[in-house]
């Protein structure tokens, strides 16, 4: 399966390409420079993989939660190319991402993927065995609940300066820190593995899990 995947739902903006058995990806850092980036980065890709557009078999993109502009500019970005080669797209939840790029390095059953949401608030979602329990939430880090379950591992981005709000038994349970951005790479893998629907261009939108845009939000 030849699958191109963006995302751009953290400071990271990343491109993997899966064509033919191999495996390209780019990576750029920088909020502000998504919107110039994203596209060159899909065409160096493409010519590094000596692919063309009707040769893949989808899009993958990072549909959030996470920046408010950058998963515009990711669903934005794979509409646009997804109408223009007749495409079908894969919208891949950011902290499944990360969850799957944690379990790379060591497995753990129960995982607890977190990004910083800005306004002393974090977007979470449990896993175990990578399968999300519940629905992905933003919330204080205080208020983050979850079933009593030792040996957690806490993965994501800029979880740091939060993690003397957890509540106390949720520290206590957790046994491993792992900093994971949403990648490119591990959306491929799954959508490769199955676990995400295809969607039309029509139907594709980010998730923003926090309702509105608030000010100070990237």
């Known amino acids: 399966m030849n699958i191109l995947a963006i995302d751009t739902s953290s400071e990271l903006a990343t491109v993997a390409i ?13 909020f502000r420079q998504h919107a110039q980036l994203l596209l060159p980065m899909v065409e160096r890709l493409l010519q590094r993989a000596e692919i063309s557009f ?4 989808g899009i993958a993109f990072g549909r959030g939660p996470g920046s408010f502009t950058g998963l515009r ?6 509409k646009g190319l997804a109408y223009a080669h007749d495409l079908p797209l894969y919208p891949v939840s950011s902290l499944a991402t990360i969850n799957n790029e944690a379990q790379l390095v ?4 129960h995982v607890l993927a977190m990004m910083d ?17 519940g629905n992905e939430q933003v919330s204080a880090p205080s208020d983050i609940l979850l079933p009593d379950a030792s040996s957690i591992l806490l993965a994501g981005v800029g979880f740091e300066a939060y993690l003397p ?8 349970n957790i046994v491993n820190y792992s900093s994971a951005f949403p990648k490119a790479s591990a959306m491929i893998r799954l959508v ?6 295809p969607v039309s ?18």
């Open 192 to 197: 490769q593995g199955g676990q995400i629907n």
């Open 201 to 218: 261009a029509a139907e594709a939108l980010p998730v923003y899990v926090r309702d509105q845009v608030t000010q100070g939000e990237k």
């Open 73 to 78: 500019i990711a669903c934005s970005v794979a």
């Open 18 to 30: 899966e064509a033919f058995g191999e495996h390209y990806s780019e990576e750029q850092e920088g």
């Open 106 to 109: 060591e497995p753990y059953p």
């Open 117 to 133: 949401a800005r306004m002393h608030q974090v977007y979470w979602g449990y896993f175990h065995k990578d399968v999300l329990q």
């Open 165 to 172: 709000l957890l509540p106390p038994t949720l520290q206590q």
């Open 54 to 57: 009707k040769e893949l078999n």
